[in-house]
C-alpha cells in the first residue's frame, strides 16, 4: 500500500518528482546552456537556506572550453568536465563564515545551495553531477590557481552542467529500514 501511495504522490507533484527523479549526469551533448538559464540555476542556488542568514556562497561559471579541459586534466575524478558545456564551481567565502561552534555551518550553507542547483537543472532538462573539491586540499588549491580564486574562497565542490546526453534513469534509493521513530 505504502508504495502505491508513494506513486500517486510522484505523479500529482511536479517538485515531488523532480527530487525523486533527480540523477547524476556525466556525459552531456554540445548545446549551449542560455545565459537566462544559467541565472536561473544561480538564482535557485541562491535561494537555498542558510545558517543566521550569512549566504557565505560565491559562483564561478566556467564555460571557456580550454579551461574545462585544464579543469579535467587536473580533477581525475571529474573528466566528464572536459565535454561539459558549463561548471559551476560553489565557493565559500571566509568573510561570512561563522565563528566558535557554527564555524563549519558554510559547509552546510554550500550543501543545501549545491542541491538546489542539482534540482533547478534537473526541472529545467539539464543534467548535472556534483564533484567533491573539498575537503581535499590539492583539489581545492588545484582548482583556486586554475581559477584564480583568493584565498578567502574556498572552492567546495565543481558541478558539471549541461544537456544529458542519452535518457538516464534515476535510482531507488529509497530504504525504509533506515527510517526510525520517535527513538533509534
Known sequence: MEFESIVKIIAENE????????????????????????SALLHAAMSAPSGVNRQPWEFVVVDDR?????????????KMVAHAPMAIVVCGNTERFLDGDDSTLWEQDLSAASENILLAAH???????WTCLYPHADRVNTVRQLLHIPDSVVPFNLIPVGYPAGHHHPRDKWQPDRVHHNTY
Request: proline residues 0%; glycine residues 6%; negative net charge.
Open 15 to 38: 517538485a515531488y518528482a523532480n527530487i525523486v527523479g533527480r540523477t547524476s549526469i556525466r556525459e552531456f551533448t554540445d548545446d549551449y546552456v542560455s545565459d537566462t538559464i544559467r
Open 66 to 78: 580550454d579551461m574545462l579541459r585544464q579543469l579535467a586534466d587536473k580533477l581525475s575524478y571529474a
Open 123 to 129: 526541472a529545467l532538462g539539464l543534467g548535472a553531477v
